[in-house]
């Protein structure tokens, strides 16, 4: 989105530190010179050192049987988050509905967190013009050295494991597909080149 020119960028981490904090402050300039606005603090939806961390699961499915089911309530975080009242969700579907396009930056796209994805992929999936970004880190992996081939597959694995997440069917997951870009490790995702 647009502000005065500048790129409007809002954040949800599901870190609980305050590193994006001290990378983006509320304005600023980044390395290629270009202005960005964050019209809104950076979002903890799990919660941040200094307030309310919400550690767990996504269901119930993802707990040991052994768990006592009153405990359980305080271990499955949609639950959770949700008991707490504080507008953490409200915010984070605010934040995903109305965006154009969405990064998923420094996410492993695990389980525990399916509750974010479902969301996600449901925005795709509602418009067409929604686009999804997801930067995929894997150790070890030089990305000069692979081949068309190989920078296919790692794209295909990465929206595959992002989409097992969705219940629809094979030619709207293909539909999604179009609508998704990833990158693999890069040391110039940040910097000017």
Not at 47 to 55: A, C, K, Q, V
Not at 175 to 191: C, D, G, Q, V
Request: charged share 25%; no cysteine; proline share 3%.
């Amino acid at each position: 989105v647009e502000t005065g020119g500048n790129p409007h960028m809002r954040f949800v981490t599901l870190n609980y530190t305050s590193v994006l904090e001290k990378i983006f402050p509320v304005t600023g300039r980044l390395i290629t010179g270009k202005d960005y606005y964050i019209s809104s603090p950076i979002h903890h939806v799990h919660g941040s050192i200094d307030r309310r961390i919400s550690l767990g699961v996504n269901d119930e499915s993802q707990l040991s049987t052994y768990i006592d089911t009153e405990e359980k309530k305080y271990l499955i975080k949609p639950q959770l988050i949700r008991s707490m009242n504080d507008g953490r969700l409200e915010t984070l579907s605010s934040y995903i509905t109305t965006s154009a396009v969405i990064v998923l930056f420094g996410v492993s796209l695990g389980a525990t967190d399916r509750y974010i994805w479902e969301m996600v992929i449901d925005w795709m999936y509602s418009d067409p013009n929604r686009l999804l970004i997801i930067h995929h880190y894997e150790h070890g992996l030089d990305v000069d050295d692979l081949t068309e081939r190989e920078s296919l597959q790692l794209s295909d694995r990465v929206k595959n494991k992002f989409l097992s997440y969705s219940d629809l069917g094979d030619d709207d997951m293909d539909y999604l597909r179009l609508k998704m870009y990833t990158i693999p490790n890069s040391s110039n995702l940040f910097t000017a080149r």
